[in-house]
């Protein structure tokens, strides 16, 4: 099979969109039953190959879309320039990365797209108005389009129900993200930020859901109160965005720029090793789709404290919970307390995400698609055969 996955965006720095392409494709190069595996970058992320250590496979081609820095070049080329790439490399299968303008019938092949959240509806603060009514309808007109929706997660799919039931009964699916083995880590420190200090984890992009400023009040607290050891450092890792103004500036009102650290785009192997040495890991979002980082914690055996929210519980593992809402600082401060106080849980297995699972998950979904194309090509010809006939 020739797989397209079109992962192209406005993204210059890795996020977890990115990785999830990435390891997607990573997951498909597993496989003997995959003859090409065509990724679709724009032209500012052709080394994210190379920062998230993807393997030099002879099937695996990079294609650079043609496209500007703004919103209507790139949904322009998903709508015009992905299905002519898709006919020159006689694709079998086109595997959206995340909703994008979708035109159906200019596809010789099945598509899908992989559903990660449902945000420019459960948390419009993301986007601003008005762009969040744009977002909603290039959601909505690609979750139409595509013959496939890969949700991410159980919780992504129930949200999707009860978005559009029609589309989630007949057409959508959980195809879960790929958790890679973490990659050894590095003997020295890799990231001179927290050279020598200990140090709290969190990693998310810049966003509402993400919750970031909850981790700067309740890191001030902890400060304030005396719950951390002499030196620690708080490491945010993730790209700018809606919120980073917001950020930057309790930041500096609090005073904190000695303390806090503002990170993007850092390679895969220095991420693990931020997992594997972090003090606590802190994921208070509001929302998410997956929580990819709150995982790869799991995996790799770091202390976890994060929200109570369906798509963390799903995760499992040895997590310490806390509810949003009234009083969420003083909580959530407390649970980091308290979870330093006691030794790391280790590592867990989440076999549900490994490459195996999720290839062989990925297959079934494209084999299925394929046999469904291939019996509508059958049926269309003869249908036009008898109408041939007939007009004969």
């Not at 995996?299 to 009234?326: K, M, N, Q």
């Not at 297959?363 to 007009?391: C, D, H, P, W």
Request: charged share 20%; with cysteine.
């Amino acid at each position: 099979m020739r797989i397209v996955i079109a992962l192209a965006s406005g993204a210059r720095d890795i996020s977890g969109v990115q990785r999830h392409a990435l390891n997607l494709a990573s997951c498909l190069l597993t496989r003997p039953e995959i003859a090409e595996v065509h990724l679709v970058v724009a032209p500012w992320q052709q080394r994210l190959l190379e920062d998230a250590g993807l393997s030099r496979d002879s099937r695996l081609q990079l294609h650079v879309a043609p496209i500007g820095t703004n919103a209507w070049s790139r949904n322009f080329w998903f709508y015009t320039g992905l299905p002519k790439l898709a006919a020159r490399v006689d694709a079998d299968i086109v595997h959206l990365a995340y909703p994008a303008p979708l035109r159906r019938r200019a596809f010789r092949c099945p598509t899908v797209v992989t559903l990660h959240d449902l945000y420019p509806y459960e948390i419009p603060e993301n986007f601003g108005f008005p762009k969040v009514h744009f977002n909603r309808v290039v959601l909505r007109q690609c979750l139409s389009q595509a013959d496939a929706i890969a949700c991410v997660s159980a919780s992504t799919l129930s949200r999707l129900r009860a978005l559009d039931e029609r589309s989630a009964a007949r057409k959508a699916r959980v195809l879960p993200n790929a958790i890679q083995p973490s990659l050894e880590p590095e003997l020295e420190t890799p990231i001179p930020a927290v050279q020598g200090h200990p140090f709290l984890l969190c990693v998310a992009q810049h966003r509402r859901n993400k919750n970031i400023l909850l981790v700067l009040r309740s890191f001030e607290r902890l400060l304030n109160h005396g719950q951390l050891a002499l030196g620690t450092r708080l490491l945010i890792v993730g790209i700018p965005g809606p919120e980073t103004e917001a950020i930057q500036s309790f930041i500096a009102s609090h005073d904190l720029s000695g303390q806090v650290r503002l990170l993007q785009g850092i390679p895969e192997a220095q991420l693990q090793w931020c997992y594997r040495h972090c003090s606590v890991l802190l994921a208070p979002s509001i929302t998410e789709g997956f929580g990819l980082p709150v995982a790869e914690g799991l995996l790799t055996g770091c202390r976890i404290v994060c929200s109570d929210i369906p798509a963390f519980r799903e995760l499992g593992g040895a997590c310490r919970y806390v509810t949003l809402g009234t009083g969420e600082e003083v909580a959530f401060a407390a649970a980091v307390d308290a979870a330093m106080l006691q030794p790391a849980p280790g590592p867990i297995q989440l076999p549900q995400f490994s490459v195996a699972a999720v290839a062989r998950g990925c297959l079934e979904l494209y084999r299925s698609l394929a046999a469904l194309s291939r019996k509508i090509a059958v049926r269309s010809s003869l249908q036009s055969t008898q109408e041939g006939r007939r007009f004969l």
